[in-house]
């Protein structure tokens, strides 16, 4: 048995984001706002019920990871974008004995938002690509009016944040992609200060527009070395099938083959968490690699290999 201290379900909560970056991947083949469970909050409420009676068991996956906690971790396009009924399922979830995350843009972390969310997050997650206005107009993380998450906002968040709740754990993720990989984070990483930084290579599930060599990707994860007591590497095998995830419909889902979309379940809903797994590829031992139990010494010894080519 693997000791994994937490499993990590990642709640894809709506597809609406005010953003439009390149490589996302976060779109759903006949999705439509009408049928994300969002706008019901019994059946947000009814779906982590589920989760909770399944995953707090002791189920074949827990068997197998020895896991001791479970977060949710929400995520979108945009969770933030759906103010009150974000915080509600977030307020839920932490109710009935889940671990918490978000993962957000950045964009409508107002201060009274933080305020109301801040203490009841294990983990605040930033998306967080580059520190160059032209190269986030360029991926597509510029709104409508050409606002962005800037360093400048990215600091101001962090610092609230941390304000409100200091035992909080702070991620910040950088999707490395054909527009920002020759860019420079070393600055902004040290102000940002995160207690986890990771990289992930662009992934082609619909497209391969923005992806990028695995000799540029090398490259980018070395030129930040000095973060490597902080730095997660996810490269595109890693992701593969590594990831527990729900859609905003309530189906387990996941990547396919390279450019190929994504795979469904039924709705858990309708047919249990687990009869609903078994129609996912989830790897529990590609999970588990995601968190080693030692995670500086091999974040370090994965940069001095890249070194050595």
């Known amino acids: 048995m693997t000791n994994i201290k937490e499993l990590v379900i990642n709640f894809h909560m709506t597809e609406a984001c ?12 006949d999705n439509t706002s009408a049928t994300e469970l969002h706008h019901s909050s019994e059946s947000i409420q009814d779906l982590l019920l589920m989760l909770a009676e399944y995953f707090f068991s002791n189920n074949q996956i827990r068997q197998e990871l020895g896991y001791q906690s479970v977060r949710i971790n929400f995520a979108g396009g945009e969770p933030v974008m759906l103010g009150a009924r974000f915080v509600s399922a977030l307020l839920f979830a932490k109710s009935i004995g889940f671990n918490t995350s978000l993962i957000t843009n950045g964009h409508f972390l107002s201060p009274t938002m933080l305020r109301r969310i801040a203490p009841h997050l294990d983990m605040l997650g930033l998306s967080f690509d580059t520190a160059d206005y032209l190269i986030a107009q360029s991926i597509g993380r510029t709104d409508r009016k050409g606002k962005w998450f800037s360093p400048q906002k990215a600091l101001t968040v962090t610092a609230l944040y941390r304000q409100l709740n200091p035992q909080g754990k702070l991620k910040v993720n950088t999707v490395v992609n054909a527009f920002n990989f020759r860019e420079n984070l070393n600055a902004a990483i040290a102000l940002l200060q995160p207690d986890k930084w990771k990289l992930l290579r662009a992934l082609p599930v619909y497209s391969d527009q923005l992806t990028i060599s695995q000799e540029k990707y090398d490259s980018y994860v070395q030129k930040h070395k000095e973060h490597s007591n902080v730095i997660a590497i996810e490269d595109n095998c890693d992701m593969w099938q590594s990831y527990l995830m729900i859609n905003p419909e309530g189906n387990f889902y996941q990547n396919s083959s390279s450019c190929q979309g994504l795979t469904l379940s039924p709705s858990i809903l309708d ?12 790897n529990i031992k590609a999970f588990a690699s995601r968190y080693p139990s030692s995670f500086p010494q091999v974040i370090k010894k994965n940069l001095i290999t890249l070194g050595e080519q």
Do not use: D, E, M, P
């Not at 005010?18 to 083949?29: I, L």
């Not at 047919?271 to 989830?282: D, E, P, R």
């Open 18 to 29: 005010n953003y439009r970056c390149g490589y996302c991947y976060a779109k759903w083949q």
């Open 271 to 282: 047919i249990g968490v687990s009869k609903a797994l078994n129609h996912v590829n989830f």
